[in-house]
């Protein structure tokens, strides 16, 4: 199975900051990745597929970035309700759709 | 929509099933994937089902235990556990899969399902 290993593993940020978070696969997986952001208690939120497509209704500071194994979410002005867990999760072997450990985003 | 069914409480051992009623789409021509959150942890996939023909694949270590099934007549999803631990204790969510030529995933989650077992 294809590994996914996110990092930072947690970040603290303040409001109006550019934050970037980075996932690696263990093995090629072209740009079939994804990004979720999750609040507590909430159900994950799916912001950008294929590596850097924009999902509808989800605000223009974010972007994703990446091919291959390396890749980036970045939110480029931090804003009060970005402050949550985001996920990554890599498409390529399907149907098995497996996640990265999550970066939690929180306030300095 | 995907509507969950409520938190469930179970002894070690013992089984659990979790619905999943959608809305609002053809349920045949999407997906289903499961994926459980256990307390203060990540994200973990379970496995799949197909909305067209109910082909599944499972989570390795899973194999054995889940079982996922769709009914077409009440657009319902279920996942069922087996054997129980503690281990499982976990949110557990559905979502529906999207296919695009970008690759696979999900637009639409369930609320989660509380799933505590303990004896």
């Known amino acids: 199975d294809i590994q996914m290993t996110q990092s930072p593993s947690s970040l603290s940020a303040s409001v109006g900051d550019r934050v970037s978070i980075t996932c690696r696969a263990s093995q090629s997986i072209s740009r079939f990745l994804n990004w979720y952001q999750q609040k507590p208690g909430k159900a994950p939120k799916l912001l950008i597929y294929?590596?850097?497509s924009l999902q509808s209704g989800v605000p223009s500071r974010f972007s994703g970035s990446g091919s291959g194994t390396d890749f980036t979410l970045t939110i480029s002005s931090l804003q009060p309700e970005d402050f949550a867990t985001y996920y990554c999760q890599q498409s390529h072997s399907i149907p098995r759709l497996t996640f990265g450990g999550g970066t939690k985003v929180e306030i300095k | 929509q995907l509507v969950q069914s409520g938190a469930e409480v179970k002894k070690p051992g013992a089984s659990v099933r979790v619905s999943c009623k959608a809305s609002?789409?053809?349920?045949?021509?999407?997906?289903i994937t499961w994926v459980r959150q256990a307390p203060g942890q990540g994200l973990e996939w379970m496995g799949w089902?197909?909305?067209?023909?109910?082909?599944?694949n499972y989570l390795q270590k899973l194999q054995g235990r889940v079982t996922m099934t769709t009914d077409t007549s009440t657009n319902t999803a279920y996942m069922e556990l087996k054997s129980l631990t503690s281990d499982d204790t976990a949110v557990y969510y559905c979502a529906r899969v999207l296919v695009t030529w970008g690759g696979w995933y999900s637009d639409y989650w369930g609320q989660g399902t509380l799933v505590t077992v303990s004896s």
């Open positions: 089902i197909s909305g067209y023909n109910a082909n599944t």
């Open positions: 294929a590596a850097s």
């Open positions: 609002g789409y053809t349920f045949t021509s999407h997906d």
